[in-house]
């Protein structure tokens, strides 16, 4: 069984840009969040998207934004990018509520 | 506001030398408490989920107890490919949001 993808692995865009990255859960799996991971703040939640609906959202600007298709992959988008957004952004599925989060391997996004 | 606390943040370990990872938490209504292990640059691999004080489960040299306060992760008889950070996390009353500690990094020296 295929894991979680992510796509790109790795991202180098400029102040003020924006970027989208991509996760593809695992086959069968409705939930997708995403979190980052920086060395200050560690791992915190972004937001979390179950049958195409935003059920859970963490504490972060309304630059930091998702969705989900049909198919459970899922986007986030982080537009007028900042220095303190370079991050490892990582995606995690999970079959519904109370079931295990499964990880991607992250997409390593760095601003200059 | 849920927290979670690890300690000690690193640890240093020789082969063999066996030990605990603690990971104390404040939630409003646990669902679940998760152990992950991170190597550098990739995603977190799951480990366990436990559920409700008490409860104990096992995976090769780890083993993970739960509290109504805190978690342990045992590591018996390290290897050097046990060497990782463990990241716990919580699941709140509602929703798939997990909240992580900062983490355990673990060094196992041959």
């Known amino acids: 069984k295929a894991g979680v993808t992510q796509t790109p692995r790795y991202l180098i865009k400029t102040r003020g840009q924006q970027v989208t990255l991509s996760c593809s859960p695992i086959s069968g799996h409705r939930s997708v969040s995403w979190y980052q991971q920086t060395p200050g703040q560690g791992l915190q939640f972004l937001f979390e998207?179950?049958?195409?609906?935003?059920?859970n959202k963490g504490n972060f600007p309304g630059r930091f934004s998702g969705r989900q298709f049909s198919n459970s992959r899922s986007e986030m988008n982080v537009s007028t990018l900042e220095l303190g957004d370079s991050a490892l952004y990582l995606c995690?599925?999970?079959?519904?509520?109370?079931?295990?989060?499964?990880f991607g391997p992250g997409t390593r996004l760095t601003v200059l | 506001e849920d927290q979670v606390t690890q300690s000690p943040e690193a640890l240093r370990l020789q082969e063999g030398e066996s030990s605990s990872l603690n990971c104390s938490y404040t939630v409003s209504g646990l669902r679940g408490l998760f152990w992950y292990r991170q190597d550098p640059g990739k995603g977190p691999e799951f480990l366990f989920t436990l559920y409700s004080a008490g409860e104990e489960k096992e995976k090769e040299r780890l083993k993970a107890t739960l509290t109504k306060k805190e978690s342990f992760l045992h590591i018996t008889a390290p290897k050097p490919e046990d060497s990782a950070t463990y990241l716990c996390?919580?699941?709140?009353?509602?929703?798939?949001?997990?909240?992580f500690g900062g983490g355990t990094r673990v060094l196992v020296k041959p």
């Open positions: 996390a919580v699941q709140e009353a509602a929703g798939n949001k997990l909240t």
């Open positions: 998207y179950f049958s195409e609906t935003q059920r």
């Open positions: 995690a599925s999970s079959a519904g509520v109370d079931n295990e989060q499964f």
